[in-house]
């Protein structure tokens, strides 16, 4: 299994709801990550996980809360959002932290807040 | 100014063409990474260098560490390699954290 899987593909939520994204690898990877991406813009790096413990946050809101249950699992905890927070959530893992890890992205979550 | 800058920003080719994507970075790097988005779609990594050349089959990529430049080529380009071509570049030394800082993006169109 080579891959990261995400769920679930679309999601459309009200800015009072509460959802939650989630990623999964079963490679072994010690190293997950999620980004968001905003339309033609490169993916932004919200938060890093490293042997299942918070190592990056990039000054994200608290209304995203990153949740590592175990290494194979990832999720994104989503609270009153905003319009702006509407993007594809992208998820990616990698063997380590070193310089010759690759990451490996999953297909993305489409988020749309109304 | 980014940090890392792709071009061109758009590209379109005539099917069968070789096609090259040049990016340049102005950080010490430890990696560079040439990765594929089809629209609206996730991410595939195609290459992770640190020096040299990798080839996998019609795409081939380039590094040269010095200039702080790298260039994806595809060779017998095709409708299907359409997509965003976007470089990410490692930032600082062997043990540093796996943060990449990416380019803007080439968008491809090949046209049959």
């Known amino acids: 299994d080579t891959e990261v899987t995400q769920t679930p593909k679309h999601l459309v939520m009200g800015m009072t709801n509460k959802k939650s994204l989630k990623c999964e690898q079963h490679m072994g990877h010690r190293a997950m990550y999620w980004y968001k991406q905003k339309a033609k813009k490169p993916p932004e790096l919200m938060f890093v996980?490293?042997?299942?413990?918070?190592?990056i946050n990039e000054s994200v809101p608290s209304r995203f809360s990153p949740e590592c249950p175990n290494s194979s699992l990832l999720n994104l905890h989503l609270h009153a959002l905003q319009p702006e927070d509407s993007a594809l959530y992208l998820c990616?893992?990698?063997?380590?932290?070193?310089?010759?890890?690759?990451?490996?992205f999953g297909p993305g979550t489409r988020l749309t807040v109304l | 100014k980014n940090e890392v800058e792709q071009s061109p920003q758009n590209l379109t080719a005539q099917e069968g063409e070789f096609i090259t994507i040049n990016c340049s970075y102005s950080?010490?790097?430890?990696?560079l990474h040439w990765l594929q988005q089809h629209p609206g779609g996730g991410i595939v990594s195609l290459f992770m260098l640190s020096s040299g050349k990798k080839k996998h089959g019609r795409l081939i990529a380039t590094i040269n560490i010095q200039e702080k430049h790298s260039s994806l080529h595809i060779t017998a380009s095709h409708p299907r390699d359409s997509a965003v071509y976007i470089c990410?570049?490692?930032?600082?030394?062997?043990?540093?954290?796996?943060?990449?800082?990416f380019g803007t993006g080439t968008l491809l169109a090949v046209q049959p």
């Open positions: 990616a893992s990698s063997p380590g932290q070193g310089p010759e890890s690759t990451q490996y």
């Open positions: 990410a570049v490692r930032p600082g030394v062997l043990g540093a954290t796996n943060k990449l800082i």
């Open positions: 996980y490293s042997y299942e413990k918070l190592s």
């Open positions: 950080v010490g790097i430890s990696a």
